[in-house]
C-alpha cells in the first residue's frame, strides 16, 4: 500500500516538474531580447542565431574600393608569363564604359587601375585618355591610374591628359635589355629600359606619381636590381612572383605557356630578402594575389581567380555591380593584408615631382 501511494505521488511530481520545465522554456524564449546568460541557454544563443549571421556575412556584397579594369586584351608585347591574354579584340564603347564606372562609383569604388593588354594600343591612347580624364574631372575618384608597358605613350599625352592621372606603373622586370627580350618585353631595336627612364621624367615634369611592377621569374630571379630601382626612385616597386592561370598562360585553351618562367616560393623569397632594403619595395606573393584583386574584363565582368583560373560573373552593365561582385572571389582581408589600401592620390602625397 504504501509502495502503491509511493509510486503514485512520484508519478504526480514528475508530470508537475515536466510543466514546470515547459513553462520556464517559454518564458526563456520570450526574454530573448534580454540576452539571458543563464548557462543552459548557451545551446540556444550558439545555433540558430550564429549560422544566421554567418549566412548573412557570407551574401553580404564586398565593396568595390579598388578596381582593375582591363578594358582590352591586345598587346603589342608577348610577355611569356602574361596572365591576361589576347584571347578576344573586344572593347566596350567608350559611353558604355563610362556607364560602369559610373556604377562602380556609386558602389563604393574610390580607386580605378586601367590595364590590360596594353591600355595605350586603343585609338592611340586617346581611349584611356579620355576615361582617366572622365573618372577624376566628372566622377571625383580619389585615385586613378594606369599600368602599362609604356612603349606608346607619348609627351603630348602628359600635356593633354597628365593632370587627371594620379600613378602611372611601368612594368619593367629587368634591366638587362637581353633578358626583356627573352621575357618577350621587346620591340624592335627600342630600348626597353632607356624608355622607362623618359617616362619617369615626364611623370615628374607633370606631376604624376611613378610605379615599377615587376614579375620575378626563372629569367630575372638572380637579378640585382636595388641601384636601378633606387636611382628611379619610384612611390612603389611592386614584385609579383610569377603565376599561372588555367587558360590564360597555362593548359591546353591558353596562348602563352608560362611553366617555363615559374619560380619557387623559396626563390621568391630570396630576391625580396636580397631587395629588403629598397624602401618602396611591395612584394606580392601567389597566395597574396590571387584572391585580392577585384578584376573586371572587357565586357566588365569580374573575374574570380580562386580555383586557378578566370571565371567570370555576369556583366554589371547587365546585373549591377552588387549581384555581379559577389561571383567575383574578392578577400577583402586579403586585400588590406597585402597593403592595397594606401596613400593613392596624388594630391595627398608629398613627392618630390
Known sequence: M???????????????????QGQLGALCWSLTPLSLSLPFLGWWRDSAPRREREQEWDDASPTPMSVNYHF?????????????????????????????LAMLKEAGMEKINFS?????????????????????????LPSVS???????????????????????????????????VLIGRGQGKKNHVENLHKLRQWCREYAVAFKINSVINRFNV????????????????????????????????????????????EDFEQFLDRHKDVSCLV????????????????????LNCRNGRKEPSKSILDVGVEAAIKFSGFDEKMFLKRGGKYVWSKADMKLDW
Open 2 to 20: 504504501h509502495l502503491d501511494m509511493l509510486g503514485r505521488l512520484l508519478s504526480v511530481g514528475r508530470a508537475v516538474l515536466a510543466a514546470l
Open 72 to 100: 582590352t586584351r591586345q598587346c603589342n608585347y608577348k610577355c611569356g608569363f602574361c596572365f591576361h591574354t589576347a584571347k578576344t579584340s573586344f572593347v566596350l564603347p567608350l559611353e558604355e564604359a563610362k556607364r560602369g
Open 116 to 140: 590590360g593588354g596594353e591600355p595605350f594600343l586603343q585609338d592611340r591612347g586617346e581611349f584611356i585618355g579620355k576615361l582617366v580624364q572622365f573618372c577624376k574631372q566628372e566622377l571625383e
Open 146 to 180: 594606369i599600368v602599362s608597358n609604356g612603349s606608346l605613350i607619348r609627351e603630348r599625352w602628359f600635356k593633354k591628359y597628365g593632370e587627371y592621372l594620379d600613378i602611372l606603373a611601368i612594368s619593367c622586370d629587368s634591366f638587362n635589355e637581353d633578358v626583356n
Open 222 to 265: 638572380e637579378e640585382d636590381m636595388i641601384e636601378q630601382i633606387k636611382a628611379l626612385n619610384p612611390l612603389r616597386w611592386k614584385v609579383f612572383q610569377c603565376l599561372l592561370i588555367e587558360g590564360e598562360n597555362t593548359g591546353e585553351d591558353a596562348l602563352r605557356e608560362a611553366e617555363k618562367f615559374v619560380i619557387s616560393d
Open 283 to 302: 612584394p606580392e606573393s601567389n597566395e597574396k594575389m590571387r584572391d585580392s584583386y577585384l578584376i573586371l574584363d572587357e565586357y566588365m565582368r569580374f
